[in-house]
């Protein structure tokens, strides 16, 4: 579901919805989202007015179940510096992970929710993530511990 081709390390991107602009634009490019995109992107939107994705330890989780995602995916991006991302809680974000699932998986997203949340409760991946400087060590990171 991860792939080093849907990893980015120490970008400069100033806002939330930069961010997701950006991810969802790669992952047009890589053929996980259709070209249109349109659903998954309100989706998370609407999500994100809802109840926010911060998930504590400067990580944020946008998620969405879509007719736009032609097969499961989490993406990772890191900031080189955090930014807020929900103005209300005043939280900082400097890991951002997206996750997208098709619309016809019943609930595929919230297991992999689940347990990507799980990895990242545990500090030593957390402090991995944050350091590496490999795109492969990422998927190692999350492939391997926890």
């Known amino acids: 579901m991860i792939n080093t081709d849907i990893v980015f390390l120490d970008l400069n991107l100033q806002t939330k919805k930069e961010i997701i602009d950006f991810l969802i634009k790669k992952l047009k490019e890589h053929d ?6 349109k659903d998954f ?12 994705t911060y998930m504590g330890n400067s990580i944020a989780i946008p998620h ?7 097969k499961p995916f989490i993406t990772f991006l890191r900031l080189k510096k955090p930014l807020e ?3 209300d809680t005043k939280s ?4 951002i992970f997206m996750l997208g699932v098709p619309n016809k998986k019943s609930d595929i997203h919230l297991k992999v ?14 402090n991995a993530l944050a350091k590496t400087t490999s795109e492969s060590e990422v998927i190692k990171i999350l492939d391997e511990k926890g």
Do not use: F, P, Q
């Open 113 to 126: 929710l689940s347990n990507l949340a799980k990895k990242l409760i545990n500090k030593e991946i957390l």
């Open 85 to 87: 991302w929900n103005e």
């Open 92 to 95: 900082l974000v400097n890991m």
């Open 64 to 70: 969405a179940k879509s007719i736009d995602v032609k």
């Open 32 to 37: 996980y989202l259709s070209s249109s995109s």
């Open 41 to 52: 992107k309100n989706k998370i939107l609407i999500r994100e007015s809802e109840v926010t």
